[in-house]
C-alpha cells in the first residue's frame, strides 16, 4: 500500500531537519590547515548549485545523466565520510552501514526501504558537504548563501523554470538498476538534492554551538510542517524556504537575547568619569 501524503512528508522533513542538527565542527588543527583556504568566494556555490544545475539541464539533458552518476559516486563516498568522522556521535564502524543502505536502495528500490536507505545516504552526504563548505566560508557569508539560495528557488518555482529541469533530474537513472541518488522519493513525496544540501549548510552554520543547531534543526521542522500545508493547493514547493526562515529566527532570537548583554557593556558615565566595559569573560555567550 502506497504510504500517504502526510507520512511521506512528515518523514522527508525529519531527515531535512536531522541534517541540520548533524554537522559538528572539524577539529581546530584540521581548521588551521584549511584557513588558507577560505574566502567569501565559496557562499555562491548554493546559489549556482540550483540556479547553474537547471538552466544547464534546462539547455543541455545530458547534463542529468551526468549528474546521476556523479551522485552514484560521490554520495556513498561522503555519506562514510560523515558516519564515520564528520556528524555527531560519529564512528568509523558506523561508516559500514553506508553498502547496507546502498544495497536496499539498489535491490529494493519501489519499497520505503529502498527510497529510506537513498534518502538516508543523500542526507549523510550532505551533512559533509556542509562540513566542508562551512570550513571554508566565512559564517556571515555561509548565511548570506542560504538565504540566496531559498531566494533562487522560490524565483524558480515561481516562474515554472524548475518544474521541466527538475522533473529530467530525477527520472534519470544511471542504468543497470543502480539506485538514483540525485533525488529523494519518499512515498507519495520527493525531494531535491538541493533542500537536504541547504540544510547541512544551516548545520554547519551553528556545528560550533550545538544548543544553536538543535534549536536550528527544531525550527526548521516546525515552519516546514506549516509551510508544507500549501501543498493542499499546490504541486510544488521550494523546501529550501523553511530552511531559510529558520535561520533568519535563530538570528533574530540569538541577536534579541544578546541586546541586554551589549547594553551592558557599553560605556556609561558617573561623576563625569567613564565607567568599565563588562569584561568578555563575564558575559555569557548567547545560547550558552
Known amino acids: ?38 574566502g567569501r568566494g565559496w557562499a555562491a556555490i548554493p546559489v549556482a548549485s540550483i540556479v547553474g544545475v537547471i538552466f544547464a539541464i534546462r539547455y543541455a539533458s545530458a547534463t542529468a545523466d551526468w549528474l546521476t552518476w556523479l551522485a552514484l559516486i560521490a554520495v556513498p563516498l561522503l555519506a562514510i565520510a560523515a ?9 568509523p564502524w558506523l561508516a559500514l552501514l553506508v553498502p547496507i543502505l546502498f544495497l536496499l536502495a539498489w535491490r529494493t528500490p519501489s519499497t520505503l526501504w529502498g ?42 518555482v515561481g516562474t515554472n523554470l524548475l518544474q521541466a529541469p527538475n522533473g529530467v533530474l530525477a527520472a534519470a537513472a544511471p542504468g543497470g538498476g543502480l539506485p538514483q541518488l540525485q533525488s529523494e522519493q519518499f512515498g507519495t513525496i520527493s525531494l531535491g538534492y538541493g533542500d537536504l544540501f541547504v540544510a547541512g549548510l544551516l548545520g554547519a552554520v551553528w556545528s560550533a554551538r550545538p544548543v544553536l543547531q538543535r534549536r536550528a ?17 499546490v504541486n510544488e514547493l521550494p523546501a529550501t524556504v523553511p530552511v531559510a526562515l529558520a535561520l ?41
Do not use: N, Y
Open 1 to 38: 500500500m502506497a504510504l500517504g501524503l502526510i507520512p511521506s512528508d512528515a518523514a522527508l522533513l525529519c531527515v531535512q531537519a536531522g541534517v541540520v542538527a548533524a554537522p559538528r565542527a572539524l577539529p581546530p588543527r584540521v581548521q588551521t590547515g584549511l584557513r588558507r583556504f577560505r
Open 217 to 233: 534543526a527544531l525550527l526548521t521542522v516546525l515552519i516546514a510542517a506549516v509551510f508544507d500545508l500549501l501543498f493542499l493547493v
Open 83 to 91: 558516519l564515520g568522522w564528520l556528524m555527531h556521535g560519529a564512528r
Open 115 to 156: 527510497e529510506g536507505a537513498a534518502a538516508l545516504l543523500s542526507a549523510l552526504s550532505c551533512v559533509t558537504l556542509g562540513v566542508l563548505l562551512g570550513a571554508v566560508t566565512p559564517a556571515g557569508w555561509l548565511k548570506l548563501g542560504v538565504i540566496a539560495m531559498a531566494a533562487a528557488d522560490v524565483w524558480l
Open 248 to 288: 533568519v529566527g535563530i538570528e533574530w532570537w540569538s541577536h534579541r537575547r544578546a541586546a541586554p548583554e551589549r547594553r551592558a557593556g557599553r560605556p556609561s558615565r558617573v561623576s563625569g568619569r567613564r565607567g568599565r566595559w563588562t569584561p568578555a569573560a563575564e558575559t555569557p555567550p548567547p545560547g550558552s
